[in-house]
């Protein structure tokens, strides 16, 4: 059985989410876990601990609220709830430990809690954190089935387990997969770049694919470009610290992501 963790601050973005993760993923063989992660306010000893008592009720409360929703439309889902007191990066590492799931989905803005946690520096720290597998939805976009994936790669990341998990991915909506390579005008590393897609062409074996590749020597501008001329259903991308990709990953993300997040993302490690 499979685990989907789905972070909530109980926002219509979050709730958008989690629907786009359970029609997505469906429910055979899946297990969903509804994550919440609170802080205590700056506050004196004496009163920190009723203060504590009653963030932690309300917390579980919300949550419960937040299920209920979702259990009216999918009454047959499989899932749990999680409430951890701490931020939301060391608690949502934790969860990811503890529940080793599958995929963490999360909405790409919140209004409570932590609001705003994609779109601004729990963004970065989430993609540099969270080893599993990433999904950011955006907060308007409706689930429709996938007809078209784009996987952008350097070809450095090209690990057998990692495009064997983008091909599921693609299969399980039996959608085409485009192999989107940002090739550097001052590049020389044709044969890296050879080797990487016929390593890809090896590996991929369920999904009908296809190679494109731009040269530009900006990675974002071109992927964002790509994306807009061929409305992909999904796009999946790498966080690295290194390389050619770090472009993507640096202090403006917060703007970078409100660009491009009209796409859902899939961010891998």
Request: glycine share 4%; with cysteine.
């Amino acid at each position: 059985m499979r685990t989907i963790l789905i972070p909530t601050d109980f926002s219509d973005n979050a709730l958008n989410a989690s629907e786009y993760a359970i029609h997505f993923f469906g429910t055979d063989q899946i297990k969903y876990v509804f994550f919440h992660a609170y802080l205590l306010p700056n506050s004196g000893v004496s009163s920190l601990v009723s203060i504590a008592d009653i963030l932690e009720k309300n917390a579980q409360d919300y949550l419960e609220e937040f299920c209920q929703k979702i259990l009216k439309k999918h009454p047959a889902i499989n899932y749990k709830k999680e409430v951890r007191l701490g931020d939301l990066q060391t608690t949502l590492s934790l969860s990811c430990e503890i529940n080793e799931p599958y995929a963490v989905v999360m909405g790409s803005k919140g209004v409570k809690g932590f609001s705003g946690y994609i779109l601004g520096s729990s963004a970065a720290h989430a993609v540099k954190v969270i080893k599993t597998p990433l999904f950011i939805i955006p907060q308007t976009f409706k689930f429709k089935e996938l007809d078209h994936v784009v996987y952008a790669t350097d070809y450095e990341e090209n690990a057998k387990d990692k495009v064997h998990f983008i091909q599921d991915i693609a299969a399980l909506h039996e959608s085409a997969l485009t192999v989107l390579n940002i090739k550097h005008p001052q590049s020389k590393t044709l044969v890296k770049e050879y080797s990487g897609a016929i390593n890809v062409a090896k590996s991929v074996t369920k999904v009908e694919f296809d190679f494109h590749t731009m040269v530009s020597d900006d990675t974002f501008e071109s992927i964002k470009s790509f994306v807009n001329s061929t409305q992909p259903d999904l796009l999946i991308l790498f966080a690295k610290k290194r390389s050619f990709w770090q472009s993507l990953w640096h202090k403006s993300i917060t703007n970078k992501f409100a660009e491009i997040t009209k796409t859902p993302l899939l961010i891998l490690h």
